[in-house]
């Protein structure tokens, strides 16, 4: 009896089948122009602290915030305005104590001249780019100090880091080169601020 096995190959079809390259499929929607197999770099986690210096409480007429200009010698964001900001090392005990360290480090000042008015709460940013996950912790100092917003800003000492310090109005932000996501910061941590006022200010 013979059995007929119309639907397999012949072995000398199967040896080619074997040692021939699988086809090549192609996107049904992205031209083969676009297609790359190639994936982006993983992301380097970062932790860091920012701090506004203040020149007062957000109600006082002359409030002002200060913005430092980075340097030409920072590798990362140069010439770009910032909050006083830096990586959290392994030897702080907090993100707050990485915050005073790091102002006292490019600043020069520590209390009982600054005084914290708000430790906001974190958040992330990408920076596709540098390839780097940020994590932000935003805080908001008070310098103890007399006089307007230009003797307050001569207490401050510039480092290597930096080239420049204003102190600026919140509206005035917008119009400067900033780092990447520092308006949000900023908006975020004084409505903290300002929402602990009015919650005092009800009791």
Same mark, same amino acid.
């Given at each position: 009896?013979?059995?007929?096995?119309?639907?397999?190959?012949?072995?000398?079809?199967?040896?080619?089948?074997?040692?021939?390259?699988?086809?090549? !499929?192609?996107?049904?929607?992205?031209?083969?122009?676009?297609?790359?197999?190639?994936?982006?770099?993983?992301?380097?986690?970062?932790?860091?602290?920012?701090?506004?210096?203040?020149?007062?409480?957000?109600?006082?007429?002359?409030?002002?915030?200060?913005?430092?200009?980075?340097?030409?010698?920072?590798?990362?964001?140069?010439?770009?305005?910032?909050?006083?900001?830096?990586?959290?090392?392994?030897?702080?005990?907090?993100?707050?104590?990485?915050?005073?360290?790091?102002?006292?480090?490019?600043?020069?000042?520590?209390?009982?001249?600054?005084?914290?008015?708000?430790?906001?709460?974190?958040?992330? !940013?990408?920076?596709?780019?540098?390839?780097?996950?940020?994590?932000?912790?935003?805080?908001?100092?008070?310098?103890?100090?007399?006089?307007?917003?230009?003797?307050?800003?001569?207490?401050?000492?510039?480092?290597?880091?930096?080239?420049?310090?204003?102190?600026?109005?919140?509206?005035?932000?917008?119009?400067?080169?900033?780092?990447?996501?520092?308006?949000?910061?900023?908006?975020?941590?004084?409505?903290?601020?300002?929402?602990?006022?009015?919650?005092?200010?009800?009791?």
């Amino acid at each position: 009896m013979r059995f007929f096995l119309p639907h397999f190959r012949s072995p000398r079809s199967t040896t080619h089948l074997l040692s021939s390259p699988p086809p090549r !499929l192609k996107h049904p929607h992205l031209p083969s122009s676009r297609l790359t197999s190639s994936t982006p770099p993983p992301l380097t986690p970062r932790a860091i602290v920012s701090s506004f210096l203040c020149t007062g409480p957000p109600s006082h007429p002359f409030f002002r915030i200060s913005l430092f200009k980075r340097s030409a010698s920072v590798p990362v964001y140069p010439h770009l305005w910032a909050a006083c900001s830096g990586s959290i090392e392994p030897s702080d005990a907090s993100p707050l104590a990485a915050a005073l360290r790091e102002i006292h480090e490019e600043t020069g000042l520590q209390p009982p001249a600054i005084e914290l008015l708000r430790a906001g709460a974190s958040y992330e !940013l990408v920076d596709a780019a540098l390839a780097t996950r940020w994590t932000i912790w935003p805080f908001v100092w008070m310098l103890r100090g007399e006089g307007g917003p230009e003797k307050l800003q001569g207490m401050v000492r510039l480092g290597e880091e930096h080239s420049e310090v204003r102190f600026v109005r919140v509206e005035e932000v917008e119009g400067l080169e900033t780092v990447e996501g520092l308006g949000r910061g900023l908006r975020g941590v004084l409505s903290e601020v300002e929402g602990e006022g009015k919650e005092g200010g009800g009791e």
